[in-house]
T-cell receptor
Framework: AQKITQTQPGMFVQEKEAVTLDCTYDTSDQSYGLFWYKQPSSGEMIFLIYQGSYDEQNATEGRYSLNFQKARKSANLVISASQLGDSAMYFCAVGNYGGSQGNLIFGKGTKLSVKP | EPEVTQTPSHQVTQMGQEVILRCVPISNHLYFYWYRQILGQKVEFLVSFYNNEISEKSEIFDDQFSVERPDGSNFTLKIRSTKLEDSAMYFC??????????FGPGTRLTVT
């Protein structure tokens, strides 16, 4: 069974500073993907970034980067130059690409608050 | 930019009633999913659908639930006899390839 652990229920960061949101995962699959989603107070799920298990380079998307350490089974999200609009819940998820066609297992999330 | 759409945005129903939640996935996507999120909790996988059949379902997806792709565009989730604990946000998602996971805006279901 797959599992995602996000140990930080809440985080505070000063505007314009960088912040790292932790995520560790457990999966027995050889081929899998790691995802981060942002959920603002309005409720929608916004896809941020993806890392495949065989990707050798860490994924980056604008101000978001994924610090992927496969041996440690961690996939931390780094947000550089935080903005007030980054205040939201952040969910890490793992999906395998074997028979299950990529359904995602989510962690409990981290609530990020950006202070002006 | 193409997006997943869901209707209605909010549905209120009485316990025991049937509800149908509707989704229009992105047109060239092949894999479709339903997830739910009880208020304040994590997002949970319900069911995945590929090639006009269920490919995987979670233990939450019991006989009260069913999914259908009645035409080439819509993807529906039916709850036959709603319970209070079915109150949640229901998200539809679709993907074409691995590595993407586009979610719809969600339908908030309130069972009274």
């Amino acid at each position: 069974a797959q599992k995602i652990t996000q140990t930080q229920p809440g985080m505070f960061v000063q505007e314009k500073e960088a912040v790292t949101l932790d995520c560790t995962y457990d999966t027995s699959d050889q081929s899998y993907g790691l995802f981060w989603y942002k959920q603002p107070s309005s409720g929608e799920m916004i896809f941020l970034i993806y890392q495949g298990s065989y990707d050798e380079q860490n994924a980056t998307e604008g101000r978001y980067s994924l610090n992927f350490q496969k041996a440690r089974k961690s996939a931390n999200l780094v947000i550089s130059a935080s903005q007030l609009g980054d205040s939201a819940m952040y969910f890490c998820a793992v999906g395998n690409y074997g028979g299950s066609q990529g359904n995602l297992i989510f962690g409990k999330g981290t609530k990020l608050s950006v202070k002006p | 930019e193409p997006e997943v759409t869901q209707t209605p945005s909010h549905q209120v129903t009485q316990m025991g009633q049937e509800v149908i939640l509707r989704c229009v996935p992105i047109s060239n996507h092949l894999y479709f999913y339903w997830y739910r999120q009880i208020l304040g909790q994590k997002v949970e996988f319900l069911v995945s659908f590929y090639n006009n059949e269920i490919s995987e379902k979670s233990e939450i997806f019991d006989d009260q639930f069913s999914v259908e792709r009645p035409d080439g565009s819509n993807f529906t989730l039916k709850i036959r006899s709603t319970k209070l604990e079915d109150s949640a946000m229901y998200f539809c998602a679709s993907t074409r390839h691995v590595g993407t996971g586009w979610f719809g805006p969600g339908t908030r279901l309130t069972v009274t």
